[in-house]
C-alpha cells in the first residue's frame, strides 16, 4: 500500500454531498472552514481543550481540530450551519438550542457559542429528556467547552431551557 | 499549530499496516483515536514522516468480556468501554477510570489501547493497566507477541515496543472475589489532566476483613506503578478499618514532581486524601458484594 500527500475526499456535510482534494495533514476544522467555506465552525486553542471546534461525526460530537480531514472521508459531518432547519418559506427555524441561548442570552463574544451548540445539541439528543436534567448532568455535558466571557451561569440555565423544549 | 507534513496511509488490514509500517521505518507512527498524537503533532512536539492509520482494520473494535478479564480492542474509544456493561461486571475499574477521561467529545474518538501505547503518566488507563496487572498483545511481522505492564512502561510516553509493530489490544484481569474498587481524581476542571488521582482495589477475607489494598496514582511519578498498602489496615473489619493509616503510608510511598500544576507536597497531600477517601468506598463495595 502506498503513502499519500495529499487525497481526494467525498463526504456529507449538513446533508449535502461534498468532495475536497486536501494535503493529508489538513486537520477537519481547517478543511470545513478553508476547503468547504463553512466558517461556522470556530478554531481556538487547536489542541483539543477549548471545544470551539465541536461538531458531529456519524451524530457524535468531536473535536474537528483533533482530526485529520482524511478521516471523514465516506462520512457524514454536522456542523452549526447544519442545526437550524429550512421553515419551507425562506426563512430559517433554530434548533431549540439556538433558540434557548437566543432566549437566556447565553453568548457574548460568540466565539465559544457554535462548539457549545453541537455538544449541547447531541448531549440532549442522546439522552430521554421526559427524565429531570440534574446540575450535575449539565455540568458534565459542558465541562468539556471554555468560554472566557464567562457566561457559564446563563450557559447552563439555556441547557435547562432547551432540555424543557425538547421533552 | 498545525501539524508538519507527513505521508499518510489508512491500510484495510493488520497485514497491510505492518507492511508500511516496515517499509516506512523510524518515522512512522500509528494513528487510532489520535487525541494525543494530533495535539503532539499540532504543536510540532512530534513529527513523524508518515502516519498509519488503523481506523480501517477490522476487528479491532471488539470488547471481550469472560470470566478471567477483558480485552479491549486497539479501535475500542472510551466511551464505548464506560458503557460496555458486561465489561464493568467483570472488571468495574474500567468503567470508573473511563469515566475520568477528558471529556465528552474527545472519549468518543480517544481509544484505550492508543491512551495505554501513548503511556502518559497523567493517563487513567496506563494506571488502571498497571492496577489490574493486566497486559498489551502486539502484532509485529514476526508474529504476535504479548507484554506485561511491568516490562511495557519505561518512562513517559515511552515504552518498550520498537519497531514496526502494532498495539492490538489489552487484557485487564477480572476482579478477585471479595473485593471492591474505587478511581477519583483532582483536576483543575473536571476531564481535564489530573493534578493527582488513582485507583484502589481492596480485598477482604471471608470474615469482612481487610486482606489485600492495592492503589496506581496518575500524574505521580513517571511510569505508572502499584503500591501495596495492605500493612496499614490488614485483618481491620472492613467497615471500620484505618484508611487514614493507610492513605498515610501511601503519601510514603509515593515520590511526585512539581511541575506548573502543583507542587510535589501538594500531589503527596492528594495522594492522601484520595487514597483514603477511594479506600473507604471500595470496602463498601467489597462489603456490600458479600451481602
Not at chain 1, 449535502?16 to 486537520?27: K, S
Not at chain 1, 478543511?31 to 463553512?38: C, I, K, T, V, Y
Not at chain 2, 468501554?81 to 480517544?110: K, S, Y
Request: net charge negative; aromatic share 4%; with cysteine.
Amino acid at each position: 500500500m502506498s503513502t499519500d500527500t495529499e487525497r481526494t475526499i467525498t463526504l456529507t456535510v449538513n446533508g449535502v454531498p461534498r468532495e475536497a482534494t486536501v494535503p493529508v495533514r489538513r486537520l477537519l476544522s481547517d478543511a470545513l472552514r478553508h476547503d468547504l467555506g463553512l466558517t461556522g465552525t470556530h478554531v481556538g486553542c487547536e489542541h483539543g481543550v477549548c471545544g470551539a471546534c465541536t461538531v458531529l461525526v456519524d451524530g457524535d460530537p468531536v473535536r474537528s481540530c483533533l482530526m485529520l480531514a482524511v478521516q471523514v472521508h465516506g462520512h457524514e459531518v454536522t456542523t452549526v450551519e447544519g442545526l437550524a432547519h429550512s421553515d419551507h418559506q425562506g426563512g430559517q427555524v433554530l434548533h431549540p438550542v439556538q433558540e434557548a441561548f437566543r432566549e437566556c442570552h447565553a453568548l457574548q463574544c460568540g466565539f465559544c457559542t457554535p462548539g457549545f451548540l453541537m455538544t449541547i445539541a447531541a448531549g440532549l439528543e442522546a439522552r430521554d429528556n421526559s427524565a429531570e436534567l440534574t446540575e450535575e448532568e449539565v455540568d458534565d455535558m459542558v465541562g468539556g467547552n471554555l468560554c472566557r466571557c464567562t457566561g457559564y451561569a446563563n450557559i447552563k440555565k439555556a441547557v435547562h431551557h432547551a432540555a424543557e423544549a425538547m421533552k | 499549530m498545525k501539524p508538519a507534513p507527513f505521508r499518510y496511509a489508512d491500510p484495510g488490514t493488520l497485514d497491510e499496516v505492518l507492511t508500511v509500517l516496515s517499509s516506512e521505518g523510524e518515522g512512522a507512527k500509528v494513528l487510532a483515536g489520535g487525541q494525543s498524537l494530533l495535539p503532539l503533532l499540532s504543536m510540532r512536539l512530534a513529527a513523524p514522516a508518515t502516519l498509519v492509520d488503523i481506523n480501517r482494520v477490522p476487528g479491532l473494535d471488539t470488547v471481550e468480556a469472560t470470566g478471567d478479564g477483558v480485552t479491549v480492542g486497539a479501535l475500542v474509544r472510551h466511551n464505548a468501554l464506560l458503557h460496555d456493561d458486561a465489561a464493568a461486571r467483570v472488571q468495574p475499574l474500567l468503567a470508573r477510570a473511563t469515566a475520568n477521561v477528558a471529556h465528552p467529545a474527545i472519549r468518543n474518538r480517544g481509544t484505550t489501547v492508543g491512551s495505554i501505547a501513548h503511556a502518559d503518566p497523567s493517563g487513567e488507563m496506563t494506571s488502571v493497566l498497571a492496577l489490574t496487572d493486566g497486559s498489551v498483545t502486539v502484532a509485529t511481522p514476526s508474529g504476535v507477541e504479548t507484554i506485561g505492564w511491568r516490562d511495557l512502561f519505561v518512562g513517559p510516553l515511552e515504552t518498550s515496543i520498537h519497531g514496526p509493530a502494532v498495539v492490538t489490544s489489552a487484557y485487564f484481569p477480572a476482579l478477585p472475589a471479595r473485593s471492591g474498587t474505587a478511581f477519583a481524581e483532582a483536576a483543575r476542571r473536571k476531564g481535564d489532566y489530573a493534578v493527582c488521582g488513582g485507583g484502589v482495589v481492596v480485598t477482604l477475607d471471608a470474615d469482612g476483613r481487610v486482606a489485600a489494598v492495592r492503589a496506581a496514582y496518575i500524574s505521580v511519578g513517571l511510569t505508572p506503578e502499584v503500591h501495596d498498602l495492605t500493612d496499614a489496615v490488614v485483618g481491620q473489619p472492613a467497615d471500620s478499618a484505618d484508611w487514614a493509616a493507610a492513605g498515610e503510608l501511601a503519601r510514603t510511598l509515593v515520590d511526585p514532581d512539581t511541575d506548573l500544576h502543583a507542587s510535589a507536597d501538594y500531589r503527596r497531600l492528594l495522594v492522601g486524601v484520595l487514597t483514603e477517601r477511594t479506600l473507604a468506598e471500595a470496602a463498601a463495595e467489597a462489603l456490600g458484594g458479600m451481602a
